[in-house]
């Protein structure tokens, strides 16, 4: 576990951490990995009041974090280790900022899919900042896919629903407008916020729009299930 930036460095800044991560997704690229998009975080007020950080975030997706529906995970591949129920939105087409809608984001999209997100944080915990949490890749760790594509015109993307399984009880349960009053308004937000850092969304990337419910713990050997009703379900089992 890393001790807190923060504590390190109190005069650190937002944007200093975003450099802090820059740096480390350039190693990753520079490493072989691939990025495949981008994830954000801290989007809904179960989120910021489960924190206690009151402003969204973003991080990397690299391909080696993407999973399939079912799949079985290492759970020693993770530190703190936490799942989240999202929805994830597959881009079609560029989306840059500084200026984009909920309406570019929809026009920009060629799907949307249930998600899980496998948060990650390796900076210690307690006392953590945003700029600690953004230091740290936004707590991204992995991410599972699953259920039914949609196109994001087919369903009202406020009222998408899941109840969050661990172990066959339920833990968690959300609707997608907890995530700034609709999923793509996040999405909108990264592209904005990525404009200033000088970057776009690109055709094919994958976006994790940011979890609807509050994150559930879970420890080697629980089966995670999310149940999106007509969107199908996605899940993963730790080992």
Known sequence: M??????????MTVEDAY???????????????????????LT???????????????????ADMVHDNGSVIEHGRFSNVRIEVELAFVLRERLSGPHATVFDVLRATEYVVPALEILSSRIEMTGRTIVDTISDNAAMGGMVHGG??????????????????RNEAVEESGVAAAVLGHPATGVAWLANKLA??????????????GSFTRPVWVEPGDTVLADYRELGTVSCRFV
């Not at 039914?148 to 399984?165: F, H, I, K, M, Q």
Request: charged fraction near 25%; hydrophobic fraction near 40%.
């Open 2 to 11: 890393v001790p807190l930036l923060t504590a390190r460095h109190p005069g």
């Open 19 to 41: 450099a802090v991560q820059n740096t480390w997704r350039r190693r990753g690229i520079e490493a072989g990995r691939r990025p495949v998009g981008r994830k954000i975080g």
């Open 44 to 62: 809904s007020k179960v989120m910021q009041a489960a924190t206690g950080i009151t402003e969204p975030d973003y991080g990397a997706i690299f």
């Open 148 to 165: 039914s594509p949609v196109e994001p015109g087919a369903v009202d993307l406020r009222w998408v629903s899941a109840l969050l399984y």
């Open 196 to 209: 200033r850092h000088g970057d776009v969304l690109e055709a094919g990337e994958i976006v994790l729009a």
